[in-house]
């Protein structure tokens, strides 16, 4: 089944320690990105990536980096969260960073810092 | 910087209705818009995507329209029912040049059908 897998589902950390919030798609899509969602803020792009080894800044990039080594995978880093940062995390893909084939998304990560 | 809104931001409507949802945008250089379907704490649902050079895209009840020199798109849900209570979701992309900026999402209009 072609999906965007994410994970954790739901994850609690504490300010300060390192996380990693994984995202894998099997569909060989060479667009990734990653997202935030906040009551009455809407979605927010954090950071995304044309291709391998390319990543652009979103809307949001503070206080997250990300990384594309492969194509299926764009994991998210959060090397010293903040409760700011508590927040419901999407992953998407598209086929390219053209038209394309418009997105898909992951089912979220549900992340509160404390 | 491209902005997206949705209006209205909630709607309540009886089973049965025919109904519009509206989102607009500030920069009609996009490459595509996208209508998604979000469940209380699930991940959005692709619904709909309209190329920048259509006019519109259907799928079953649901229908997209696009105007992109005025900025507009309008999403048409026909004889509505319970099970399409949502939040729905336009976004757009962006091209600049060489490749896409990026996706701009609207905040959403929340939809509840009544039995």
């Known amino acids: 089944e072609a999906q965007v897998t994410q994970n954790p589902r739901y994850l609690i950390t504490v300010t300060g320690k390192k996380l990693t919030v994984t995202c894998s798609q099997n569909?060989?899509?060479?667009?990734m990105s990653w997202h935030r969602q906040d009551p009455g803020l809407g979605l927010r792009q954090i950071y995304y990536?044309?291709?391998?080894?390319?990543?652009d800044k979103g809307d949001v990039p503070e206080g997250y980096k990300v990384s594309r080594k492969e194509k299926r995978n764009f994991p998210l880093i959060l090397e010293s969260p903040s409760p700011n940062q508590t927040s419901l995390y999407f992953c998407?893909?598209?086929?390219?960073?053209?038209?394309?084939?418009?997105?898909?998304f992951g089912s979220g990560t549900r992340l509160t810092v404390v | 910087k491209q902005e997206v809104t949705q209006i209205p931001a909630a709607l309540s409507v009886p089973e049965g209705e025919n109904l519009v949802l509206n989102c607009s945008f500030t920069?009609?250089?996009?490459?595509?818009l996208q209508w998604f379907r979000q469940d209380p704490g699930k991940g959005l649902t692709s619904l709909l995507l309209?190329?920048?050079?259509?006019r519109e895209q259907t799928s079953g009840r649901l229908n997209a329209s696009l105007d992109k020199s005025s900025g507009r798109s309008t999403l048409y849900i026909a004889a509505s029912q319970p099970g399409d209570s949502a939040t729905y979701l336009c976004?757009?992309?962006?091209?600049?040049?060489?490749?896409?900026?990026?996706?701009?999402f609207g905040k959403g209009t929340h939809l509840i059908i009544q039995p």
């Open positions: 920069d009609s250089a996009i490459y595509n």
């Open positions: 990536s044309m291709n391998v080894e390319v990543t």
């Open positions: 976004a757009v992309l962006m091209y600049s040049g060489g490749g896409a900026d990026g996706l701009t």
């Open positions: 569909m060989n899509h060479e667009y």
């Open positions: 998407a893909s598209s086929l390219s960073r053209g038209p394309g084939r418009g997105y898909t």
């Open positions: 309209i190329q920048s050079s259509q």
